[in-house]
Structure formats: C-alpha cells, structure tokens
C-alpha cells in the first residue's frame, strides 16, 4: 500500500525557517516524481514544487522561488522542503504527493506562520 | 502561466443526476489533465489523469473527457458520498496549475 507521511509543521514566525518532511513506502521511492502542494485555509489547492526521480529536474511556483527548497534522500524514502524566509501567506496545509499526476497524496502537515 | 478556470464554482443536485463539471485551459494542455476530488477534511483523491482515464479503484460512475483547453468532468449517476469539492489540474507545462474549484451539494 502505498503511503506518503508529512511531518515537521508548526508554529514558526515570520522571517523564520522550517522544514518538511515525506516519508514515503509501499512504493519504489527513488523511481518516482514528487511534489509539494499546499492548501490556505478554506482556500484552494497551489502547487509548490517538484522534483524528478534522480533530482535532475526541479521545478517551483513562483511564489516560493528562492525561499524554499525541494530535495530528497532516495536512501532513506525521504522527500524535504526546507523553507526559508517564511510569510504569512505561506501558512497552509502542506501536501507531498506522487508523480506528475499527484496519484498518491499523504495527509498533510500544516505550518502556521504567524508572530 | 496557464490558468484553469473551472465552473460552476457550486454546483446543487439530487441523488441518480447526471452532473457535468467543466474545465477550461488557458492554452492547449493536450491531454494532461487531472481530476481531483476533496472531502472535507481529507487529502484530494485522483479521480482521472490524463483526461479521460480513471484511476485504479474509483467507480465507474466518474468519467473524463476533452482536450486542448476544454475538459469535463461528469458523474453519471450522482451518490451521496459524492458531495466533495472538485478539482482540476494541468500538468503539461510548469508552473502546473489548479482550478479554483467546484463545490458540489446534494439538493
């Protein structure tokens, strides 16, 4: 079964860093496409960033570009967005999904950015 | 950036309706489109990927059609456990996008 498990959400305040975590099984980690995306509260749904399989290709929203950071560690199942120089219109429930068409979703960790 | 404009934004309907659910593209997108549903509370489910196949386990009530720039998604036969906001995304060209939305209710 394949699952996607987020961690490492909070209260940070603005101007602060924080990252996120996937822990990803069931599934072949290092032959997949991930992604973040993220949802405002009773907003609707932003894509954040994707990486390929082997990290050559890496894509961001312009609202996080050179703020955040998408990576992984196919050794350990492992998918990170490090967050940099966070605002208040970045607090949101973050997702981490697979692949291109986000055909697996976990259940998201929020991250609240607020003094 | 490609915009995906989706309507109704809220849609209301009885239990065995046929409902159609619309997406327009900004630009062509080919077939790389993708449907979503959210219930409240829960992580989006994949629906349909691109345009018009369904995803392993939802039921056959839930169909996908278009390309280019105009999509559609319809239930055949509308179930309670229907009720959910809609989603749509394209992912031909980055940044990818999402719909705003469509919020379905039982009438």
């Known amino acids: 079964e394949v699952q996607l498990v987020e961690s490492g959400g909070g209260l940070v305040q603005p101007g602060r860093s924080l990252k996120l975590s996937c822990l990803a099984s069931g599934f072949t980690f290092s032959n997949y496409g991930m992604n973040w995306i993220r949802q405002a509260p009773g907003k609707g749904l932003e894509w954040v960033a994707s990486?390929?399989?082997?990290?050559?290709?890496?894509y961001y929203a312009d609202t996080v570009k050179g703020r955040f950071t998408i990576s992984r560690d196919n050794a350990k199942n492992t998918l990170y967005l490090q967050m940099t120089s966070l605002r208040s219109e970045d607090t949101a429930l973050y997702y981490c999904?697979?692949?291109?068409?986000?055909?697996?979703w976990g259940q998201g960790v929020m991250v609240t950015v607020s003094s | 950036d490609i915009q995906m404009t989706q309507s109704p934004s809220f849609l209301s309907a009885s239990v065995g309706d046929r409902v159609t659910l619309s997406c327009k593209a900004s630009?062509?997108?080919?077939?790389?489109l993708a449907w979503y549903q959210q219930k409240l509370g829960e992580a989006p489910k994949l629906l349909i990927y691109?345009?018009?196949s369904l995803q392993t386990g939802i039921p056959s009530r839930f169909s996908g059609s278009g390309s280019g720039t105009d999509f559609t998604l319809t239930i055949s036969s509308l179930q309670p456990e229907d009720v959910a906001t809609y989603f749509c995304l394209q992912h031909n060209s980055w940044p990818n996008t999402f719909g705003a939305g469509t919020k379905l209710e039982l009438k």
């Open positions: 999904a697979r692949r291109a068409a986000l055909d697996y």
């Open positions: 630009q062509n997108i080919n077939k790389y």
């Open positions: 990486i390929s399989s082997s990290s050559s290709y890496i």
């Open positions: 691109n345009a018009n």
